[in-house]
Structure formats: structure tokens, C-alpha cells
């Protein structure tokens, strides 16, 4: 049985978020209940090895906070949410959440992995605009963490 560390593993952790953005993929297309969409992901798919708490809460609290999100990389983009991929938008939505809401996870980190993600599942090139976006998401809200990168504290 895997333990509360084991789960938390960056492993664990890489493997929720791949899973996550094909959660929300099916959310943002199909509008099927998340509860369902849990449950659906909970049988489909060997769940031990991936951090099933990391998993649930954002599944969870990003269409819960959707809004909230998508206002805080709107300011950003180059082009209407509707213009983007499926894919893309799933992706901002994680990295945009973990910028905001878990602040254990560190800006690059957020970064590095949306930028991944984009890589695996997005369209040619996603990845460099995800990174773009990301960026200027981390600077208005991480500030206090990049300067004390930036002066290596």
C-alpha cells in the first residue's frame, strides 16, 4: 500500500497532472459531471502510482474556480480563450491553479511541468506559448518567490 510520502512523490505528482489534463479535456468538451468524470478516471486507469489526493483537488477546485483562473491568464493571451485548444486551455488551467492555490509547488516547477504537458498532449509549439503565458501569471502572482530566486536567497 502506498503511504501519504509515497503519494506525494514528483513522480506521483507528473503522473496526476497527465492524467488531469485528460480529465479536463473531457470536462471542457463534453460537460459531463466531475464526480463522474472521477469515478470514470478512478476504474480506467491504474491509479497506484499516481497522488490520487493531488489529483482529486484539482479536479475538483479547478472547475470550481474556472473563472478565476481563466481571468488571471486572459490578461495574457494573444488571442481569445475560445481560439485555443482544448489541450492548451486544460494545461493553463493547471499551471495557472498551481501558481495561485499551491504555493508548496514552486513557480518553475508549475511552470516545467504545464510546459511538459504541452509537449505530451498539445498541438506543435503549445509548449512555448504555455511558457509564455505561465510566465507572466507566475510574475504577477509569485513575486516575492522570483525575486528571492533572483537575489539567490
Known sequence: MMTPADRSKPSNRKKARSLLVQALYQWQLTGTDIG????????????????????????????????ELDGRFAPFLDRTQGELDPVSLAVLRIGTYELLFRIDVPYRVAINEAVNLAKSYGPNEAHRYINGVLDKVAASSRQTEIRANRSGA
Open 36 to 67: 463522474v468524470i472521477e469515478a470514470e478516471f478512478f476504474t480506467d486507469n491504474a491509479m497506484n502510482k499516481v497522488d490520487t489526493t493531488y489529483f482529486r483537488e484539482l479536479l475538483h477546485s479547478i472547475p470550481a474556480k474556472v473563472g
